[in-house]
């Protein structure tokens, strides 16, 4: 596998754990360099102010395909660009998406179906627009009467914000023979303008963020220039275009510059469109639409509706989002006292009765956790629609939480697993979630990797399949008490939470998954050493941790260089 | 095509088609835009009118691929042979079985449909992996690459794996008929019940798991899941209630459009890194293509024989989704819209919830659940999914053309990337092909192989009874199955 580096060390504090699994006969595993060498990571420091970008000698830094819309960046980008209602990504083809995200730009082939839909999409949101005086006059600020000089005035104002960059003389040319095509229809000055108008949203140069290098076959990394860097800027934290400012920021050709950038960070995650690093970033992170699809069963649960589950959505989009703009920690993710919640929430949780809108609540006190392994969300869609897993709610802590993913049984595991499916599933009835995993403690060949799994789930017992607290199960005390890989110790899920909340692997963790929403593409062996820098310790606001990356050197810089796809 | 229609109106709209023809055939003769040489541009006379209505040639008998994921209760497939069965046991052709309960909804047409066991596709075979790899080759007989390292999806992408696959059965159906006079609008189409979250299974990206239609080892088509969209696809581009000449004014701005788009490569792409430009050249490709699409697009709408009928509505369930779907795609085949259909129902994560048949669980878990008992969620949810099947075809069987009814003109073919889910048994899939392909096929038949063998021979058999003149396909590449009658 890759080369060492300090977030594989604290990985594999974990996974070296893990890695005993492999000498039994069960597991199958993957890893196969548990050895740590390799020095300190470059660029550590500070704690949450810009990091001068080390670029130095060539800073190898690794390489993605150019990235086009997702349905959320182009419904986002049309309406900042239109003022339009419309959403028509809603039926383009689908984001294939990879490494848990919609928008990871390996997969976004294209066949002759996008070109339909992104055409009709543009079509749509033209006519709309004209028939709309409010979107009509962002686009049409002369009298059109004049015939061409207005249409190639209008492309001249609009195609700089369209294709989010300066146009050359050439670039407006060719747009209007695309009007003349419309003009020697017979065709008027406004259907002409509509028509190149179209054109300009069917454009590659909309419908992706195009970055240039100045040598293409080079793979020497080269800084992105203001109008390129204020684009992929706008869309990790806005998953929309650039606004006015940032366009105008640009145009000085300084947003490389440490102190702007950093300006510009600060300006677009206190801005509201900001909420899209929770609606987005967050959501799919801990795969918040999934909730709709997961429906526990209603004799078992009677009071989980839709919106009770969407209202869970909301609680941990809100809490996270509150987190990234107050400046809370990494470790609050997990850590924290506080939650948000509406009256259907604190009552589907027994508190005490909220308001009917959410409200930041204090859990201090109360058996509920802090963080996000106290939300319904997580706690439901970590268990099965009649009962708990503890082996799913462990298994997503080390995945999802510190980015050590358990290793999946082999097929002759799986054929005895299932053998004795039978056998457990009677004795379900009247055993307690523990009691049913006992069979993964005494058996060898489970053991190896469930006593690292299950401890972390069950941890969880007093939370209920849909997240309700609870003190018994069939009639038995819940005992949550367990023990973490490397052997420590906890009593209950407040203790593990403590414990997680100060693991090295999750800043890690959290930082690996920005990098790969915000670059649309996982992070390779060039990119390891960026990553390590991007978190000192788990005190690190979240916020410090996306302005690092902002500065890092695979945000702010580029390469081309021969690759396939 | 524009100067033989030409109406004494003129139509401005029409001048517009011809200036796009005369552009395409200067082109081709001049040697130039390599990509219009590289979509194999056709001859002149190809692009003329294809009359349609009562006294049109029928259109080439048609595929519909329908994919399903997880398995199927193997014990409710299974032909059991009747006694006296004329069939011959050491061939293991069975001519009078029992309709296998899970068939039930085939009983109308049970003298059109060909069950098919023992037939495997040992490509989709991977642990940890098996709906990864078993979902992709499903149609392919194709081993996908894997694209992370072995464990799971979240860990590490290597940065130089690609991913990579093989073309789908029906891409070779539609690649072909792309060479015949006469081609439809839409090369074919592929529609899906729900798109699922971008994870994938194994070493295998997402990639794999939500498209089962490959026109070439590196291109999904990824499946229209909005009845809405569909319908738009099929039908926008011709309102029935405009004239003649507003529907080709319609047109053609939209090949205006496209042509514009398409002719940016020669600026952008000397501009970009190898790996954009790969990724670009796709982008252009398909502007051209869709240009081209509408430049031998005619009114196939208007005629007796295909009438839209209302628009779906939006925010539908699943149940009401399939419905939509299995509707809207007799009617593209009835318009001559497309001839080729992959139509994917659930498979792996991007499956449903069942909770209108009181299931507990997604049809996925519940493959997994062991629960054997004789109406089992999984066997409830299995059922529902194959009477949601049967209902496509037998609403084929009822659209009757010139020479037989859409069914007997054409071919299906079902089938899930495992038999047995449970066990992620490739070896013993659940295959169906149902109708005659105009008398090419026999039918009518349960035909019982050993295990495991290659589905790829059966594809190349179906392949050669719809026209298409194929000697083998996927990886194995085998002979054609027999089949005797």
């Known amino acids: 596998m890759e080369k060492s580096s300090p977030i594989r060390r604290q990985q594999f504090r974990y996974l070296a754990a893990l890695a005993g699994c492999l000498g039994l006969v069960g597991c199958n595993g993957g890893f196969d360099d548990a050895g740590a060498n390799g020095g300190a990571p470059p660029g550590t420091g500070g704690t949450g102010t810009m990091v001068p970008s080390v670029v130095g000698p ?80 962002r686009l ?241 869609l970590t268990s099965g629609l009649t009962k708990t897993s503890a082996v799913k709610r462990g298994a997503w802590v080390l995945d999802n939480l510190l980015c050590t993913p358990p290793p999946v049984p082999s097929a002759d595991l799986m054929d005895e697993i299932l053998a004795k499916q039978d056998a457990l599933e009677a004795l379900d009835q009247n055993l307690t979630q523990r009691q049913f995993l006992a069979t993964h403690r005494v058996d060898p060949k489970c053991a190896g990797c469930h006593n690292l799994i299950d401890p972390i789930g069950l941890a969880f017992e007093n939370y209920d399949a849909v997240g309700r607290y609870r003190d018994m199960e069939h009639g038995v005390a819940i005992d949550a008490a367990g023990a973490l ?81 | 095509m524009s100067k033989v229609n030409a109406s004494s109106q003129g139509g401005f709209g029409l001048h517009r088609f011809g200036s796009r023809l005369d552009r395409y055939t200067r082109r081709r003769f001049l040697g130039g835009a390599g990509a219009a040489l590289m979509l194999g541009l056709p001859a002149l006379d190809v692009l003329r009118a294809r009359r349609v209505g009562a006294q049109a040639v029928p259109p080439p008998s048609r595929l519909v691929c329908v994919g399903a994921g ?107 008929l792309a060479t015949q006079p006469g081609k439809t609008r839409i090369p074919s189409l592929q529609l899906g019940l729900r798109e699922g979250p971008s994870l994938g299974d194994g070493p295998f990206s997402p990639v794999y798991l939500k498209n089962l239609s490959w026109k070439s080892a590196t291109e999904p088509l990824s499946p229209l899941v909005d009845p809405r969209a569909l319908f738009d696809q099929l039908f926008s581009g011709f309102d029935p209630l405009a004239t003649a000449a507003e529907n080709a004014r319609r047109l053609g701005r939209s090949m205006s459009v496209l042509d514009y788009v398409a002719d940016e490569r020669e600026y952008l792409m000397p501009a970009l890194s190898s790996v954009d430009q790969q990724r670009m050249d796709q982008y ?107 209902y496509l075809f037998n609403k084929m069987d009822q659209i009757v053309e010139p020479d037989g009814t859409l069914l007997q003109n054409s071919l299906g073919v079902f089938n899930n990337d495992c038999g047995n889910g449970g066990a992620h048994d490739h070896l013993n899939l659940p295959v169906f092909v149902v109708g005659g392909a105009r008398g090419n096929i026999v039918t009518g038949r349960h035909f019982s192989y050993p295990t495991n063998t290659p589905c790829d021979a059966l594809y190349t058999t179906v392949l050669n009874a719809l026209g298409v003149p194929a000697t083998g396909f996927g990886a194995k590449r085998s002979a054609p199955l027999a089949l005797p009658a």
Request: aromatic share 6%.
């Open chain 1, 58 to 137: 060539a800073q190898a830094i690794g390489q993605g395909v150019v990235r086009r819309f997702t349905h959320i960046e182009y419904n986002n980008t049309v309406r900042a660009l239109l003022g339009t209602t419309l959403t028509p990504a809603d039926s383009f083809p689908g984001d294939v998406g990879a490494d848990g995200f919609d928008n990871a730009s390996g997969p976004q082939t294209v066949v002759a179906n996008h070109l339909t839909a992104f055409e009709g999409g543009a079509d749509k949101l033209i006519e709309a627009a004209f028939l709309d005086p409010a979107q009509r006059a």
């Open chain 2, 284 to 390: 252009f490709t398909a502007a051209r293509e869709v240009e081209l699409r509408l430049a031998t697009a005619q009114a196939e709408v208007g005629h007796a024989a295909c009438d839209p009928g209302a628009a779906p509505a939006g925010g539908l369930g699943y149940a009401e989704t399939m419905q939509a779907m299995s509707d809207l795609a007799v009617l593209a085949l009835q318009c001559d819209a497309t001839r080729v259909i992959m139509l994917q129902l659930s498979c792996y994560r991007n499956d449903s919830h069942y909770g209108f048949l009181n299931a507990s669980d997604n049809h996925h878990s519940l493959s997994h659940a062991g629960d054997d008992s004789p109406d089992s969620d999984y066997r409830k949810v299995s059922r529902w999914m194959m009477d949601q099947v049967g």
């Open chain 2, 70 to 176: 997880s398995g199927v209760p193997m014990d409710e497939f299974v032909p059991k042979t009747l006694a006296g069965d004329p069939g011959d046991p050491r061939l293991g052709i069975g001519l009078n079985y029992e309709l296998p309960p899970l068939m039930k909804s085939f009983a109308p047409i049970q003298d059109k449909l060909n069950i098919f066991t023992g037939l495997g596709i040992d490509e989709g075979a991977h642990n940890p992996g098996d709906h990864g790899a078993g979902v992709p080759a499903m149609f392919t007989c194709a081993k996908p690459i894997p694209t992370h390292s072995n464990t799971n999806d979240q860990d590490y992408e290597d940065p130089g794996a690609a991913f990579g696959l093989g073309i789908s059965l029906d891409q070779v159906m539609a690649q072909h």
């Open chain 1, 140 to 380: 049409v600020s002369c009298d059109l009467a004049s015939g061409n000089a207005c249409v190639r005035a209008s492309l001249e104002a609009f195609l700089p914000r369209a294709w989010r960059r300066p146009v050359q003389p050439a670039e407006v040319d060719r747009m209007m023979g695309l009007a003349a095509t419309e003009a020697a229809a017979g065709g008027s000055a406004e259907e002409q303008l509509q028509l190149a108008l179209r054109g300009a949203l069917t454009s590659p140069h909309f419908m992706y963020r195009v970055e240039l290098d100045p040598d293409p076959a080079s793979s020497v990394p080269h800084p992105l220039n203001s109008y390129e860097l204020a684009s992929r800027l706008s869309y990790f934290l806005w998953s929309s275009m650039p606004d006015d400012e940032l366009f105008s920021v640009a145009a000085q050709g300084n947003l490389q510059d440490d102190a702007v950038l950093g300006q510009q960070v600060s300006r677009l995650l206190a801005d509201s469109k900001a909420v899209a690093v929770s609606e987005v970033f967050a959501a799919q992170w801990l795969q918040l639409s999934k909730l709709p699809i997961h429906q526990p069963k209603a004799d078992v649960f009677p009071t989980i509706t839709e919106a009770l589950k969407t209202s869970m959505a909301e609680e941990t989009q809100l809490f996270f989002q509150d987190l990234l703009q107050t400046g809370g920690a990494l470790r609050s993710l997990v850590g924290a006292s506080y939650t948000f919640l509406n009256s259907a929430l604190s009552e589907h949780y027994g508190l005490a009765p909220s308001s009917a809108d959410f409200t930041r609540v204090s859990v201090d006190g109360t058996n509920r956790l802090g963080g996000v392994l106290g939300h319904g969300s997580v706690l439901m």
């Open chain 1, 485 to 565: 890989p490397d052997g420590t110790p906890f009593q209950n899920s407040r203790e593990l939470a403590t414990l997680l909340a100060a693991n090295p692997s999750l800043g890690q963790c959290v930082a690996k998954r920005l990098f790969t929403f915000a670059l649309g593409r996982a992070p390779g062996a060039e990119d390891e050493a960026h990553i390590a820098g991007l978190v000192a310790s788990n005190e690190d606001a979240i916020a410090s941790v996306l302005t690092k990356l902002v500065s890092s050197t695979p945000f702010r810089n580029r390469r081309g260089g021969q690759g396939a796809l």
